[in-house]
């Protein structure tokens, strides 16, 4: 099937193939069919795989591919770049290779310059980070099914990335969450169908975090994390617990090695932790007073004399020209990372509470976003990532629109006319602080009440969300859109925790509990 040129044809045919793709991939039982007999005909193999299709997901999955087509076809491509200049860098436009970014690490570029290598057509692009996003919620459905939950339970994880509007606008824009979450959820899957057991599935798991975190290296501490709960999870001799937890974790590094050998040996930059300390540095500048600690050599004109509860919030410290660092080291070049590291560490460690304090305050941003606003430049929250609120300047969107033509065609420059409609839509299908509280209040019951190996898949799902959750605000700095993958991985544990309350309450638990 050849898709016609012109924007609707051309995005009504790669619909037809988005359609064709998911279903045959939900004709694909979770447990493996019974042979089919020799003398059985094609209809009736094909009668059998349609019963093993649950309804309900092929519905839901249909309704939200509907919601990514009209998406597309109803937003205008010119506004996709939540952060002015990130779109420039991902697609590495003014920029030598694809390793030359010390900030990001290469796996999303390399993403898009693959694509790139088959077609330029930006719709293209679009069209499989949507694709991505429908593979996502069909994971984490297999995880919880996997895990022990209802076919009808299972539909929460995947309801939520199907239908949130928060999804639809990370999947449309140049942003690496569709990837990351993707890769992400083939993790979780691969985990909780390896049961920790499956050397082959544990070492997929490793491989795929991995990957994800050379997409995003926020995901770094994961396979640690896979490891712990190998060990924990297996109920073998400890020789065979430490040979699961090491098919968790010695994967993962040496992709991660081999990656960073590969990086350096090609381009100039892995994009791994390489300015981690300037990304600590605007952590700390809301708080750090140098009359409590002595600065490190050569960093003492990072000190200020304005009191803490004066100051602006982090983007301030990473980005503006007047923050004190940038003063003085006005590169930000890897080359002084260390040395504005050690004073945001020396900081840390001679103001833990005043850290902790700051740190609590941003996990307080996902439940309520308007909580650190008393500090201007404290990042973006819900209403700042909306199909609306994007490139509101028409100079932003312009040079957005010149820079992405360097690298795709079919860009469409016109003024968006969906966006009074998609911004309405993300706003009602949403999770917001109320919803959050609810996902962990389920996990925890699923982490306390649930029984042998779903306790230990909801512990995964939990462990991995928490981390994904803390680790922005402690290293660097809160962002709404921060919240939205691991809240898609809270999704399962919920959903088993949901599982329980609902058994408890069954006529058959209500008689037992009376009989006894």
């Known amino acids: 099937m050849r898709c016609n040129e012109g924007g609707i044809s051309r995005l009504r045919c790669w619909a037809c193939g988005i359609v064709s793709l998911t279903v045959l991939t939900l004709r694909r039982p979770l447990t493996r069919p019974t042979p089919p007999s020799l003398h059985s005909g094609l209809g009736d193999v094909r009668l059998r795989a349609m019963r093993d299709v649950y309804r309900p997901l092929l519905i839901l999955v249909a309704v939200g591919i509907l919601l990514r087509v009209l998406t597309m076809v109803a937003y205008s491509t010119v506004v996709m770049d939540y ?55 069909v994971l ?56 920790a057991i499956s050397l082959r599935w544990t070492i997929a798991a490793s491989a795929l975090l991995a990957l994800s975190a050379v997409t995003r290296n926020v995901s770094l501490v994961l396979p640690a994390a896979l490891a712990t709960w190998a060990l924990v999870a297996n109920s073998g001799s400890i020789r065979e617990r430490l040979r699961m937890a090491s098919a968790a974790l010695v994967p993962a590094v040496l992709i991660v090695v081999m990656y960073v050998v590969v990086a350096n040996a090609v381009g100039s930059h892995n994009g791994l932790g390489e300015m981690s300390g300037w990304s600590l540095y605007q952590r700390v500048g809301q708080f750090a007073d140098c009359r ?92 700042s990532m909306s199909f609306r609120a994007v490139s509101p300047d028409p100079a932003n969107s312009s040079v957005f629109a010149t820079t992405v033509r360097r690298r795709y065609t079919g860009l469409d420059a016109s003024p968006d006319r969906g966006s009074a409609v998609l911004e309405t839509y ?17 996990s925890a019951v699923g982490l306390f009440r649930a029984k042998a190996y779903v306790r230990q898949v909801s512990a995964l799902c939990t462990s991995f969300a928490v981390i994904l959750f803390v680790l922005p605000p402690a290293v660097s700095s809160y962002d709404a859109r921060y919240a939205i993958p691991p809240a898609a991985l ?24 009376n009989a006894s």
């Open 140 to 195: 984490l459905f297999a995880t919880a099914r996997r895990a022990g939950a209802s076919r009808a339970l299972a539909l929460i994880p995947a309801g939520i990335v199907l239908l949130s509007g928060d999804h639809l606008f990370l999947e449309h824009a140049f942003l690496t969450e569709s990837l990351w979450m993707a890769l992400l959820a083939g993790g979780l899957y691969s985990a909780v169908r390896g049961r």
């Open 490 to 513: 809270l999704t399962v544990s919920a959903a088993l925790g949901l599982g329980v309350i609902l058994k408890a309450q069954s006529p058959a638990a209500r008689s037992a509990k």
């Open 83 to 137: 952060y002015t200049g990130d779109a420039g860098r991902y697609i590495r436009v003014g920029y030598h290779g694809v390793f030359s970014d010390e900030w990001q690490p290469a796996g999303y570029a390399l993403f898009l310059a693959a694509i790139r290598g088959v077609t330029s057509t930006l719709s293209v692009t679009v069209a499989i980070q949507h694709l991505l996003g429908i593979a996502t919620s």
């Open 292 to 383: 409590r600690f002595s600065a490190p050599a050569g960093t003492q004109g990072l000190c200020e004399s304005r009191p803490a509860g004066q100051r602006p919030g982090p983007f301030f410290y990473y980005w503006d020209p007047a923050a004190p660092a940038r003063k003085v080291f006005p590169s930000m070049s890897p080359a002084v990372d260390q040395k504005v590291g050690a004073f945001a560490r020396t900081a840390i460690v001679h103001q833990p509470m005043d850290y902790i304090r700051t740190v609590a305050k941003d996990l307080v941003r996902y439940v309520d976003p308007g909580a650190g606003f008393d500090r201007t430049l404290s990042g973006s929250d819900p209403a």
């Open 426 to 442: 993300q706003r009602v299908f949403r999770i917001g602080g109320f919803g959050l509280l609810i996902l962990l209040a389920l």
